[in-house]
């Protein structure tokens, strides 16, 4: 993806020292922890709010953890750059296993660090996220002044930078991989756990690819619907490809303006499939007649997750 291309910006003022740090909230928060990767400050207006919606959407997920989780500190590192909308990944994988076939299975970091008790890269962040900068953060993000009630009206011109940020992390637990956007082939000897439960299927709109995870078929009662062209979402605008999940908080096609995204009981079931030990229950979705209501409104914004590199035989 083109926006590979500013991870190694990142990683380069990550090693060079120079992010700042934001206020003692992590030992406030509990397990999420905020660095900017903004060398020259240029965005520090911003901190705060980033940083006190990136702590409760992160804790959006891990409330859903099941009981004996290990706890654990997950580190992101918030970066800016000219993007559309917002972007978000593990910052590397962890080693799972090998499947039947021989390929080596790896798992989010985050996810693994869930799952083990292990940080796969010790201190260096967990998870990165990037902010478009070319107005998005400016002008389209709405930071909500209470992300833990939800109450205030999330106005109608903005899109509500707590359910980005929600979305973001999905795809840091889970929701990522590295094959082939349109036939579902893997790149190489390698599968993310989410790949592995991906397989392409015929439909009479030609070749899609589906999430087959026994707890995801079951919450949503047969294999799901993943965006075409970008699979670490569900959901198309097209009927028969599951029109019924753009509403979802991971769903690849839009997000509305003045409406709030919820983490849905197939996300988790998704990442439930994927490995994670959480607790999938059924959970509020949007209101139908909201997001019926917010479609009138005239802009839409499709999310991307970026990809990481491929794994490095170096973390086995
Ligand atoms: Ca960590
Ligand atoms: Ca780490």
Redesign the pocket.
Known sequence: MSTLGFFPFLRQALLAGVVGVAGAAAADTGRIQVIFADPAGSYTPYYADLERLTVAAGNSWLQHLAAGTPAVDL?VSIGFASLDTASGRS??SGYVGSTANGSTLWSE?AAH?LRTGI????????IEFLIGIDGYLQNELWFDPDPLSRSAAVPGHQTDAMSVLMHEFGHALGFNGWLDAASGTAAGGYLSTFDALVQPMATPLGTALFFTGAQAMAVYGGPVPLTLGNYGHVGNDIAGLGLDLVPDLMNGVVFYRGVRGEISALNLAMLADTGLNLNVTAVPEPGAAMLLLAGLLPMLLVIRQRRRSAPSPLLA
């Open positions: 580190t910052a590397t970091g660090e940080d796969p890269n010790g201190s260096a962040p967990d």
